[in-house]
């Protein structure tokens, strides 16, 4: 049997230049940098990478630039979903061609109020449509975001039409006892936090890991807690690093998260092109970065 | 100064195989016996068409069905947007170089609580890169859907910053009000009702007339009453239209309204490749077709 896709990934933001330029050479320095700072792998083009706001073949483009630059395929879970079954099947099946450990595939999110039923048509086609027998399909489930909800009982019909292929959720809608649900009632199915401080929580209730924005900033501090939080002697230092998670975390929300997390790494990372988003999002003003990069000073970065 | 885009168009569905495979032939014979039933033009690739159940090159296929089919460009309204930059421009400058009368661009879905800067700025991307001086947009407003509504302030600004290019919006939100409120507020702004029956009120506000499903079935009572509501002599026809109007939007709502549509079109086309969806939407069951299907003999087809 494969083993259960586990780990500290990073959902990665998706570097644009002030035109709105993908920049594929500081996304591919960005991935690799992730894994150096501790991070198990990269779930790239989520929410926080913008993904939608992406052209087929701009999503193409930074998956591979990533390969390229020596991210390896197993490291990565890239989100290759949109609302109709073609392109999504187009986006999955490169994206498993070139290797990757599995593919974040959201719900189409334009209609509202969708059956189960439909949404198991949607998944059901696009997994035959792939047609590829290594495919690794994570859920993912933000309904504060597309409205459409992915129940127990959708879950339960998907892993039994498509065993081995469908073997895990990212949930980012914030309910730990969700999480917790999940991971007593379906066996070998990887639950992955879409919620940095709830990674904790979930590893000890038998949960897999974690795809968060804040590991954008903090890799290190997430994988301090991965590889210390069975260790009753280590109690102190996985409290502190979730501490301070915690607090990258709270700074990421004094704006809108997503252009907050750019601007952070905009300065993590010293380049200023990080401050730019696509619409509908809009970058901070100078006011707010000024005000961002200050508590980032005090946090000790 | 260029005449505003007014008259009844047709949200027109989308027919698809049983292989949900796209059916050009019969998309392009139900927009021309649209246009002989009485629409004014076709509104292709809107909510009712499915548009983002398909891929980039399924819609620009679907366009150039119905022109090769014999309908006129300035017939044509068809949706181009997408929730990014990249291939709404596509989309748009491939409708806007066929000769389309115009394209009704929906906001950016996938982010909720967006801004009307970052809206602003996604219209602009848009218009900027399309770069092509005929181009007319028309808004669309289906906030129970998007979860994006596009307020007047917007509108506004929309109107000042491209004047002769945002041109009008379809408003499908169902509140008359509102679109009374954006006809006393923007001379020559289009303002398209999303439902039949209030493209009656709206009219006599000053409207200009509207995008529905409906007419996929009844183009000739609402074109009935595009020709007669001001004719004091032809109250009783017109109320006549209205009510039949009435009841066959009723009937699209005895179930999802979307596959109901279509089921209602598989009868009188007499194609049954009609009552295909894609997911996430789900055909009527057998029993809800033959209900679907005996009212509407009840209804007189």
Chains 1, 2 share one sequence.
Request: with cysteine; hydrophobic share 40%; net charge negative.
């Amino acid at each position: 049997m494969t083993q259960p896709i586990r780990g500290v990934f990073c959902a990665a933001a998706t570097p644009v230049d002030a035109d709105n330029k993908v920049r594929l050479d500081l996304f591919a320095e960005h991935c690799r940098a992730l894994i150096d700072e501790g991070c198990h792998g990269i779930a790239l083009l989520g929410t926080t990478g913008e993904a939608n706001s992406y052209s087929v073949a701009e999503r193409k483009a930074l998956l591979e630039a990533a390969l390229d630059f020596g991210v390896a395929g197993d490291q990565l879970l890239p989100g290759t979903s949109s609302c109709n079954v073609p392109e999504t099947v187009e986006l999955t099946k490169h994206a498993v061609e070139r290797g990757v450990r599995g593919c974040v595939l959201l719900p189409p999110f334009y209609y509202k109020g969708v059956s189960d039923e439909g949404l198991f048509r949607f998944y059901a086609q696009v997994i035959e449509g792939v047609a590829v027998d290594r495919l690794k399909v994570v859920l993912y489930h933000i309904p504060q975001v597309t409205q459409v909800p992915i129940s127990h009982e959708l879950i339960a019909r998907l892993r039994e039409a498509f065993p081995g292929t469908v073997v895990g959720i990212k949930d980012s809608a914030g309910d730990v006892e969700n999480m917790k649900a999940m991971v007593a009632k379906f066996p070998d199915f990887s639950v992955l936090s879409g919620a940095d401080p709830l990674m904790l929580p979930l590893l000890q209730a038998g949960g897999h890991g974690c795809i968060t924005s804040t590991s954008n900033l903090r890799a290190d501090a997430l994988r301090e807690i991965w590889e210390n939080w069975q260790d009753a002697g280590a109690a102190d230092r996985v409290q502190a690093a979730q501490d301070r998670i915690n607090d990258w975390r709270g700074l990421t929300n004094a704006y809108i998260q997503l252009p907050t997390v750019k601007t952070m790494v905009a300065r993590a990372r010293g380049n200023d092109d990080w401050l730019n988003v696509r619409p509908p999002l809009v970058p901070l003003s100078a006011e707010e970065r000024a005000h961002v990069w200050g508590q980032m000073e005090q946090l000790g970065q």
